[in-house]
């Protein structure tokens, strides 16, 4: 069973270009979330989504920022017109369930963003 | 938001016993949890104890938790090099995952 797939690995944007960061969840998991880590801190909650919809959006930059996840293929962060302070990883976590009860978010291995 | 507090930096002796702590501000949290980052790799869920328990032990791990204090501590006993990693200890709150700023253990041979 993989594990929960993240592309690309590594992705070098100028200022102003987009950038898309692809998500796929772990098989049989619904529910997708979206973490930014910028250097030397913790990682922040961004969004929640299960198929083809947005739960909560709490963490998102109100601009440039968008996500989505279809009812066919990965869940996608766009982040239009980058900025310099854009820069950091991004993970994507999947989870079976979600709530009170325990559930593990299980983790990618993250796009690490650059804009140059 | 939540606010979850970790030291940023800890070294041991290979071999010793390494205790990284956590504090948290939610007291309603039903479970709190430790995760592993391996450099260049996403996180790993390590463990998790239910608030109503004060102790938890899986093999060289035990996490100790004071909920009147709102304290939580992960201790690994005879630490390896392959712990050297950051530890981020986490509390769910709706439908999020609030994280420490991890601790950074470095284990020295």
């Known amino acids: 069973n993989a594990g929960v797939m993240q592309n690309p690995r590594h992705l070098v944007r100028r200022r102003g270009q987009e950038a898309r960061l692809r998500c796929s969840p772990m098989k049989g998991h619904s529910h997708v979330y979206w973490y930014r880590q910028l250097p030397e801190e913790g990682l922040k909650f961004m969004v929640y989504l299960q198929k083809e919809n947005i739960i909560d959006e709490s963490g998102m930059p109100k601009e440039r920022f968008s996500a989505e996840f279809p009812k066919e293929g990965p869940s996608i962060l766009r982040i239009q017109q980058v900025v310099r302070g854009d820069s950091a990883a991004y993970f994507c976590a999947s989870s079976l369930t979600s709530g009170s009860s325990p559930y593990e978010q299980y983790f990618g291995p993250g796009t690490r963003l650059t804009v140059t | 938001g939540e606010d979850v507090e970790q030291s940023l930096f800890l070294s041991v002796r290979e071999g010793d016993s390494s205790v990284i702590n956590c504090t948290y501000t939610?007291?309603?949290?039903?479970?709190l949890y430790w995760y592993k980052q391996e450099p260049g790799a996403g996180l790993q869920l390590l463990t998790y104890?239910?608030?109503?328990?004060d102790m938890k032990q899986d093999q060289r791990l035990t996490v100790l938790l004071n909920k009147k204090d709102k304290h939580l501590s992960l201790r690994i006993a005879d630490t390896q090099t392959g712990d050297s990693a950051i530890y981020f200890c986490?509390?769910?709150?709706?439908?999020?995952?609030?994280f420490g700023t991890g601790t950074s253990l470095t284990v020295i041979p």
């Open positions: 104890i239910f608030s109503n328990m």
């Open positions: 939610d007291s309603s949290s039903t479970y």
């Open positions: 986490a509390e769910p709150a709706g439908n999020q995952f609030y």
